[in-house]
């Protein structure tokens, strides 16, 4: 039986401006509590545009939300000379938790390496920010072997020289490209499969223990109707949630998982 907090993170991507976050995140707020959600049975993020981020933290701070809060990138400098970048210092001022790295829209658009993807994990964990580390871009090999491999060495070089104790800290989320924003979702067996196969290589790269304690999320379509069988999975955790999101009352059907599992 696993110990790891199932972790359920709305990614919102490039949507949803400062007001409409607001609205947004209100609404997903009043929907857990009105069905009374255990936040320390499942914890529950947003990661909204940077733009957003001083008016969430504004909501949370002055509700006293229990919705954690995240950015989708951060800088691999804290400071200097470097235009258009956001600090992992400043992100966790403004009472970040959670950062996005690697996402495969940033691999795909602005040609992250994973050399890149380390120095970014570095400057997370330096500022108290925890990663959340995507791996998974590939295609089309569909649980080829290739696509395994592809997505282990993804996790290796981005791990390069990271303390199996901030390791621990890091929450892995493995999105398959085709699955993203498709409909197209992965079976709970290719969930699993590749989710074991990341908590193999962690356990190769460092010790069972850490390799145990790392929450493994799944990304790409995931949907109130697809999560509690993912979830069902052992090795998974949680779901890196695009789309289904922006929908506070689907997302908090995807937070609920558990309850639409057994009927309640
Ligand atoms: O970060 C979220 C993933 O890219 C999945 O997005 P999606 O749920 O819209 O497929």
New binding site residues.
Partial sequence: MSTRTPLMAG?W?MNLDHQQAIQTLQKLAWTLKDAKHDFSAVEVAVLPPFTDLRSVQTLVDADKLEIVYGAQDVSAFTSGAYTGEISPVFLAKLGVTYV?IG???RREHHNESDRLVNAKIKSALGAGVIPILCVGEDIDTRRAAAHVQHTLLQLEGALEDISAEQAKTIVVAY?PVW????GETATPEDAQEMAEAIRGRLAELYDRDTADAVRVLY????KSSNVASIMAKPDVDGA?????SLDPEEFAKIARYQSHAVGL
């Avoid at 699955?179 to 498709?182: N, S, V």
């Avoid at 990304?219 to 995931?222: E, I, L, P």
């Fill in positions: 990614n991507k996005a996402h495969s829209e999105e699955a993203i924003g498709t990304g790409g379509s995931v890196l949630v695009g789309g289904a």
